[in-house]
C-alpha cells in the first residue's frame, strides 16, 4: 500500500494537504535546517484543525547529540499529541 506523506510548517498549510490527499501530516520547518522544528503550539494547533482526519507526524529539531537533551524534546512533542516523533541522529562533531 502507498500513502503520502505531506510535509507542512502549521495550520496554514494543514488544509491544502489533507485537500490533496496526505495520508500522513508532518510537521516540520525546512527554514530551520533539515530537521528544523515547529513550536509546540504550532503543532497542537495543526492537530486539533486535523481533528483525527490524518495521523501528525513533528520533529524534535535540530538538536546536539546529547542523550538527555534529545530526551527532553522527544517528551515536549510527545506531549502535544503528535502521533510520531521524529528525531534525527547526526554525527558527533569529536
Known amino acids: 500500500m502507498t500513502r503520502m506523506l505531506a510535509s507542512i510548517t ?30 509546540t503550539q504550532t503543532i497542537r494547533r495543526t492537530i486539533s484543525l486535523i481533528a483525527g482526519r490524518a495521523p501528525v507526524s513533528a520533529v524534535c529539531g535540530d538538536l546536539p547529540m546529547e542523550p538527555e537533551t534529545i530526551r527532553a524534546r522527544a517528551e515536549e512533542i510527545a506531549a502535544t499529541g503528535a502521533d510520531y516523533v521524529k528525531i534525527g541522529l547526526f554525527p558527533s562533531a569529536n
Open 10 to 39: 502549521g495550520v496554514d498549510e494543514a488544509e491544502i494537504a489533507l485537500s490533496g490527499g496526505a495520508d500522513i501530516i508532518d510537521l516540520k520547518d525546512p527554514k530551520a535546517g533539515a530537521l528544523g522544528a515547529v513550536s
